[in-house]
T-cell receptor, first 112, second 113 residues
């Protein structure tokens, strides 16, 4: 089992749609959670952190479910510019220290 | 504005060549990282450094070495390039601390023929 797993997609949605991605992690001791965004042929950039109480930033909402060990990202009113790959990132203690693991990403295409 | 730069965007090398990938950050970050990114596998950590002259192996260090002689510069070295090292290489930096945001460079697409 991968330490961080995401559905690779692609998710093809029309403009204005609501779309949600989930990401599961295997280490129950994980402490930090993020969503990064990576545009085609570009570097990843932080989209938002995920807190225990949830986190909302405009059209984006991130949630953490520790009991089921997954985090989610909800995008409302999708825009063409939301087309990108979304990387789930989980950090926590591991043998030898702290470890940050990037998921392989979920591709989103928003179409007019 | 945080800036992480990498020495080359595209690089083509022959099998057996020694390859140097340079990364420089201008934000006085303590931590620096080298990843490779391959389709379907995501980002995999090769090496990281949390201080000058310090280095730690990541998940896939075999065939690579690193050097951090100055705080702002972190170099990745392929001692003898092989075709399975063809990949996108991404450098990142972050402040000290385990949960700090990582800032990435634009990446180097390395092809080994």
């Amino acid at each position: 089992r991968k330490e961080v797993e995401q559905d690779p997609g692609p998710f093809n949605v029309p403009e204005g749609a609501t779309v949600a991605f989930n990401c599961t992690y295997s280490n129950s001791a994980s402490q930090s959670f993020f969503w990064y965004r990576q545009d085609c042929r570009k570097e990843p950039k932080l989209l938002m952190s995920v807190y225990s109480s949830g986190n909302e930033d405009g059209r984006f909402t991130a949630q953490l479910n520790r009991a089921s060990q997954y985090i989610s990202l909800l995008i409302r009113d999708s825009k063409l510019s939301d087309s990108a790959t979304y990387l789930c990132v989980v950090g926590g203690p591991n043998t030898g220290g702290f470890k940050t693991i990037f998921g392989a990403g979920t591709r989103l295409f928003v179409k007019a | 504005d945080v800036k992480v730069t990498q020495s080359s965007r595209y690089l083509v090398k022959r099998t057996g060549e020694k390859v140097f990938l340079e990364c420089v950050q201008d934000m006085d970050h303590e931590n620096m990282f080298w990843y490779r990114q391959d389709p379907g596998l995501g980002l995999r950590l090769i090496y990281f450094s949390y201080d000058v002259k310090m280095k730690e192996k990541g998940d896939i260090p075999e065939g690579y070495s690193v050097s951090r002689e100055k705080k702002e510069r972190f170099s990745l070295i392929l001692e003898s390039a092989s075709t399975n090292q063809t990949s996108m290489y991404l450098c990142a930096s972050s402040l000290a601390g385990e949960s700090s945001e990582q800032y990435f460079g634009p990446g180097t697409r390395l092809t080994v023929t």
